[in-house]
């Protein structure tokens, strides 16, 4: 059955580039950006109330099943993503109380406002009304996704994948295998900012970020080998391709940053893995299938402008855009107001 609930919500790649947003006439560019920002938001304000990791990376899933249906014009995405966030604690038994969600989320939202806004309190008529915002939006986000409500993450898949590929001796030993595992976990947790969820299954994205991983440290691959990397991986070569593209467009930043005479470890996998011919010359452009979104991220958690802490590394969010095998139908469109 989980199986079956994780195949409808795999997208065709000719839905997402119709999307609700599209249709209402927004740019590709803006709901990529959209999507970005609206995702980092999630990861913050999780990190703020102190979530699990499991819950904030549930409520980004539940971010893009709902905008893969719905359009941005037609929903203010600060109640969508609060909404995600207080449903997933439900979801993933880690609630917290709406007043708490509400105001926290609140305050990070318009934390760069000039004047900064009124405090959210309880009793504040303001208050009141983002509360039956969310309760109006939750209804709305549960009959969107028709109440599914089964979330399956890569995380689970990681171990297990790396093990196999150590087992098989791709891996020289367990210091590597457990700097692999390490890496491998940020990197899904920053791939959670593109529609990757909507695109592929859960192992096939885990698979995908230990490739990455094993680039990343420098495991040598020789091209001999890459027939045993894909069998023990469990992808093909074109799925392996889209999803490093994809992935890496995360970090077009990262690319050409220069600190203290060196480039950044970001560039280096780029460089490799365009040597081997797995991704184009032009990370940061255009993709392969629709919806890929970027970020600026940095190595290793390091701090953002706004003082957020993330997975792999951080970014900004903002109210405004920066710029101007086959599988079952998504549920139904419902597209109506929040």
């Given at each position: 059955l989980a199986?079956?609930?994780?195949a409808?919500?795999?997208v065709?790649p ?8 599209r249709?209402d006439?927004?740019t590709e ?7 970005r920002?609206t995702?980092?938001f ?5 990190m703020e109330?102190?979530f699990p ?7 980004l899933v539940?971010?893009?099943r709902f ?9 203010k995405r600060?109640?969508v993503?609060v909404?995600?966030?207080f449903?997933?604690g ?10 708490t969600?509400a ?8 934390r ?9 309190t309880e009793?504040?008529p ?7 915002d969310?309760l109006?939006c939750e ?9 599914d409500?089964y979330?399956e993450?890569p995380f689970?898949?990681l ?6 590929i150590h087992h098989?001796?791709?891996l ?9 595992a390490?890496?491998?976990v940020?990197l ?5 900012r593109?529609?990757?969820c909507?695109?592929?299954q859960p192992q096939?994205i885990?698979?995908?970020v230990i490739?990455?991983?094993s ?5 040598d691959i020789?091209?001999k ?5 894909m069998?023990?991986l469990?992808l093909e070569?074109g799925e392996?391709?889209?999803?490093c593209?994809?992935?890496m467009?995360?970090y077009?930043q990262?690319q ?6 060196k480039v950044h470890p ?5 460089e ?6 797995i ?20 190595d290793g ?20 855009p920066a ?10 469109r419902?597209?109506?107001?929040a």
């Amino acid at each position: 059955l989980a199986g079956v609930a994780m195949a409808a919500w795999l997208v065709p790649p000719d839905v997402l580039a119709t999307s609700p947003s599209r249709e209402d006439g927004m740019t590709e560019e803006d709901e990529r950006t959209y999507r970005r920002r609206t995702a980092i938001f999630i990861d913050e304000a999780g990190m703020e109330l102190k979530f699990p990791r499991l819950t904030i990376a549930t409520a980004l899933v539940f971010f893009q099943r709902f905008f893969a249906l719905q359009s941005f014009r037609q929903h203010k995405r600060f109640i969508v993503a609060v909404t995600c966030l207080f449903l997933a604690g439900k979801v993933e038994e880690s609630p917290k109380k709406l007043q708490t969600v509400a105001i926290r989320c609140y305050q990070l939202w318009h934390r760069r406002k000039v004047p900064p806004p009124d405090a959210l309190t309880e009793s504040s008529p303001e208050y009141e009304a983002l509360r039956q915002d969310i309760l109006k939006c939750e209804r709305i986000l549960l009959h969107t996704m028709a109440f599914d409500l089964y979330v399956e993450h890569p995380f689970r898949y990681l171990i297990e994948t790396v093990k196999t590929i150590h087992h098989a001796g791709l891996l020289r030993d367990q210091e590597e295998r457990k700097k692999v595992a390490q890496i491998a976990v940020k990197l899904v947790n920053d791939s959670m900012r593109t529609n990757l969820c909507l695109q592929y299954q859960p192992q096939q994205i885990a698979s995908a970020v230990i490739f990455l991983a094993s680039m990343y440290l420098k495991v040598d691959i020789p091209d001999k080998d890459m027939l045993r990397w894909m069998e023990k991986l469990k992808l093909e070569m074109g799925e392996l391709a889209d999803l490093c593209e994809q992935v890496m467009q995360v970090y077009p930043q990262r690319q050409t940053e220069v600190k203290d005479g060196k480039v950044h470890p970001m560039r280096h996998l780029t460089e490799t893995l365009v040597k081997k011919g797995i991704i184009s010359e032009t990370v940061g452009g255009p993709v392969s299938r629709a919806g890929s979104a970027g970020a600026s991220v940095s190595d290793g958690g390091a701090a953002s402008e706004d003082g957020a802490r993330t997975a792999v590394g951080s970014s900004e969010h903002g109210d405004t855009p920066a710029g101007g095998g086959s599988s079952p139908p998504p549920p139904k469109r419902r597209r109506s107001e929040a």
